[in-house]
């Protein structure tokens, strides 16, 4: 059995060091401080077409089987300022390599109209209000989530496949 490992992405501004309590599925994967930046928020240049996979710290990660597709559920909790929630990334990506446990690429792909789509949040809140990830942009956005707030949502995982040589796909 392969396993992969997810990673979430973000950046967290406070003049304390913000906190963030992360559950997948409702089991609680992470409970304390993340790097902070000492300066007030910001989503200029982060709401816009952002396609850097390596943009901001990693917050937390988990694992699962490399051949699981589906969702999970999401839920971050803030304190003591504000996160901007950036890429959710994984190991054993869709790739043509056979070193891809190295390897870090989008945790969902979905091709519509020969348009690539690797945002994998959906249905999601943001301190009780409903928010639309996927209303612009095909890629990943980045959202704010203050201090005192829970952001909830569903986590879409397409399955780890590597190309062989012949361009045929498989599960790892």
């Known amino acids: 059995?392969?396993?992969?490992?997810?990673?979430?992405?973000?950046?967290?501004?406070?003049?304390?060091?913000?906190?963030?309590?992360?559950?997948?599925?409702?089991?609680?994967?992470?409970?304390?401080?993340?790097?902070?930046?000492?300066?007030?928020?910001?989503?200029?240049?982060?709401?816009?077409?952002?396609?850097?996979?390596?943009?901001?710290?990693?917050?937390?990660?988990?694992?699962?089987?490399?051949?699981?597709?589906?969702t999970k559920t999401l839920e971050i909790s803030v304190s003591n300022g504000y996160l901007v929630l950036m890429n959710t990334t994984a190991n054993y990506p869709v790739l043509n390599v056979e070193n891809a446990q190295n390897q870090w690429g989008f945790a969902y792909y979905n091709i519509v109209d020969d348009i690539l789509h690797t945002n994998p949040w959906s249905d999601m809140t943001i301190g009780?209000?409903?928010?639309?990830?996927?209303?612009?942009?095909?890629?990943?956005?980045?959202?704010?989530?203050?201090?005192?707030?829970?952001m909830t949502c569903t986590v879409n995982i397409t399955d780890s496949r590597v190309l062989n040589v012949s361009g045929a796909t498989g599960p790892v």
């Not at 997948?24 to 910001?42: D, H, K, R, S």
């Open 1 to 70: 059995m392969t396993i992969r490992t997810f990673k979430q992405r973000g950046q967290a501004h406070g003049s304390l060091p913000v906190t963030i309590a992360a559950k997948i599925n409702g089991v609680e994967v992470f409970n304390g401080a993340v790097p902070t930046l000492n300066t007030a928020y910001q989503l200029t240049g982060f709401d816009q077409e952002v396609d850097c996979l390596s943009l901001g710290d990693e917050l937390f990660s988990w694992t699962d089987e490399a051949t699981f597709s589906g």
């Open 128 to 150: 009780g209000q409903a928010q639309n990830p996927n209303a612009t942009f095909p890629g990943q956005t980045y959202w704010l989530i203050p201090s005192g707030s829970v």
